[in-house]
């Protein structure tokens, strides 16, 4: 490999090219603007992960052969950089991001990239943008990185080029009116993942497997869809894009990372709060009968989901078999709130960050 191909270059995007901001930032939900730039690199056998180069945002060029067009090549990520009081601008865990799309593309036969390489180019990336990064209370800068298989061809093999980019864009707060419990609906006949199964990869095969059985609980009325596991049917595993935690009296319940759930950041964050708090989390299989029993007898006292778009997000009520079993007085649990407070705060550089996490960009 030549010192050339594998230099960072960058082209700017031009003063007249540069798209507008979003003034609002009230407005900006999630996921729909983008930045003025993108990172892109490429893989091929001879030359290894090759070209590192930060251009303006701009459409892919791809044969319509390419194979994740077809058979779903592809893993991806989403973390997210916050604005603080003084200006500078954070990133939170971003290279445990990093490390975990090494592991989904392990899982997808998809080769690793340099860590430490990709991370100093993402900060690269965000300082070049740093006035995409948003400021009110509750926005950040969303990051995507995505990995896809690009042969040209139609068999069903791993690929042997890929094209790794890496976009970004402000994202809102997730609760516009506030932090408010949501209505979830426990799927017993669909599943979104099975042991042995792409389920802890950060992979799109998992999320179109998902949108069914999230269509019919939205018909229903419930914002998102509890997954039981797919082989008993019994076994709580995830929410949506989310991990799921149970406070039962004064202990926290999680599912193990057994893999068919997503290994969350989120997750791993509030293990650690909690378990520096005093709190016993038991990482176990939990089953959906026994938590209905909790719910039955007053033990459960609070549910909430974590991830790294609504950071927490407390459940107010689960629907199981037909039955209704509202959480706790059905607001947000004390437990849940201060979590949501302490964690935003590391983030937003408001609280003493103790672990580590955060990492300045610029
Ligand atoms: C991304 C994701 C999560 C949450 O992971 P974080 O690292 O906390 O954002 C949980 N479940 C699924 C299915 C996910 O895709």
Same mark, same amino acid.
């Given at each position: 490999?030549?010192?050339? *191909?594998?230099?960072?270059?960058?082209?700017?995007?031009?003063?007249?090219?540069?798209?507008?901001?979003?003034?609002?930032?009230?407005?900006?939900? !999630?996921?729909?603007? !983008?930045?003025?730039?993108?990172?892109?690199?490429?893989?091929?056998?001879?030359?290894?992960?090759?070209?590192?180069? *930060? %251009?303006?945002?701009? =459409?892919?060029?791809?044969? #319509?052969?390419?194979?994740?067009?077809?058979?779903?090549? %592809?893993?991806?990520?989403?973390?997210?950089?916050?604005?603080?009081?003084? &200006?500078?601008?954070?990133?939170?865990?971003?290279?445990?991001?990093?490390?975990?799309?090494?592991?989904?593309?392990?899982?997808?036969?998809?080769?690793?990239?340099?860590?430490?390489?990709?991370?100093?180019?993402?900060?690269?990336?965000?300082?070049?943008?740093?006035?995409?990064?948003?400021?009110?209370?509750?926005?950040?800068?969303? +990051?995507?990185?995505?990995? +896809?298989?690009?042969?040209?061809?139609?068999?069903?093999?791993?690929?042997?080029?890929?094209?790794?980019?890496?976009?970004?864009?402000?994202?809102?707060?997730?609760?516009?009116?506030?932090? =408010? #419990?949501?209505?979830?609906?426990?799927?017993? %006949?669909?599943?979104?993942?099975?042991?042995?199964?792409?389920?802890?990869?950060?992979?799109?095969?998992?999320?179109?497997?998902?949108?069914?059985?999230?269509?019919?609980?939205?018909?229903?009325?419930?914002?998102?869809?509890?997954?039981?596991?797919?082989?008993?049917?019994?076994?709580? %595993?995830?929410?949506?894009?989310?991990?799921?935690?149970?406070?039962?009296?004064?202990?926290?319940?999680?599912?193990?990372?057994? &893999?068919?759930?997503?290994?969350? +950041?989120?997750?791993?964050?509030?293990?650690?709060?909690?378990?520096?708090?005093?709190?016993?989390? =038991?990482?176990?299989?939990?089953?959906?009968?026994?938590? $209905?029993?909790?719910?039955?007898?007053?033990?459960?006292?609070?549910?909430?989901?974590?991830?790294?778009?609504?950071?927490?997000? #407390?459940?107010?009520?689960?629907?199981?078999?037909?039955?209704?079993?509202?959480?706790?007085? &059905?607001?947000?649990? =004390?437990?849940?709130?201060?979590?949501?407070?302490?964690?935003? &705060?590391?983030?937003?550089?408001? $609280?003493?960050? #103790?672990?580590?996490?955060?990492?300045?960009?610029?």
């Amino acid at each position: 490999m030549t010192e050339k *191909i594998k230099k960072l270059t960058i082209r700017k995007v031009s003063n007249d090219r540069a798209k507008k901001k979003i003034r609002d930032e009230s407005k900006l939900g !999630f996921g729909k603007y !983008f930045s003025d730039h993108m990172f892109l690199m490429n893989y091929s056998i001879k030359d290894g992960w090759h070209k590192p180069r *930060i %251009e303006p945002y701009h =459409n892919l060029m791809l044969d #319509p052969a390419s194979m994740v067009l077809h058979y779903g090549q %592809e893993v991806f990520e989403g973390m997210k950089a916050y604005k603080w009081g003084d &200006g500078s601008i954070y990133l939170f865990r971003a290279k445990d991001n990093l490390i975990r799309l090494n592991r989904s593309a392990l899982k997808m036969c998809i080769p690793e990239i340099n860590v430490e390489e990709v991370y100093e180019y993402l900060k690269k990336l965000i300082a070049l943008d740093k006035r995409w990064v948003p400021k009110s209370k509750g926005t950040s800068l969303y +990051i995507r990185p995505n990995i +896809i298989a690009t042969d040209p061809y139609l068999g069903v093999r791993a690929s042997e080029t890929y094209l790794f980019y890496i976009i970004t864009g402000p994202v809102g707060p997730y609760y516009p009116e506030g932090f =408010n #419990p949501i209505k979830i609906y426990v799927s017993t %006949e669909y599943v979104r993942a099975v042991r042995g199964g792409v389920g802890e990869a950060k992979t799109m095969a998992n999320y179109a497997a998902s949108l069914y059985g999230q269509m019919e609980a939205k018909k229903l009325g419930f914002t998102q869809v509890l997954w039981l596991d797919a082989i008993e049917r019994k076994y709580v %595993e995830e929410v949506g894009t989310m991990n799921i935690f149970f406070v039962v009296d004064e202990e926290i319940y999680t599912a193990p990372l057994s &893999g068919t759930i997503l290994p969350g +950041i989120t997750r791993d964050s509030v293990i650690r709060i909690c378990r520096d708090w005093g709190i016993k989390v =038991n990482e176990t299989a939990l089953s959906i009968e026994e938590i $209905v029993s909790w719910s039955q007898s007053g033990k459960l006292k609070e549910v909430f989901g974590s991830g790294t778009a609504a950071v927490i997000s #407390p459940v107010g009520l689960i629907s199981y078999k037909g039955k209704e079993y509202q959480i706790g007085d &059905g607001k947000t649990g =004390n437990l849940s709130s201060k979590i949501y407070e302490y964690l935003t &705060g590391i983030q937003y550089g408001k $609280v003493k960050d #103790p672990y580590g996490w955060m990492d300045k960009v610029v």
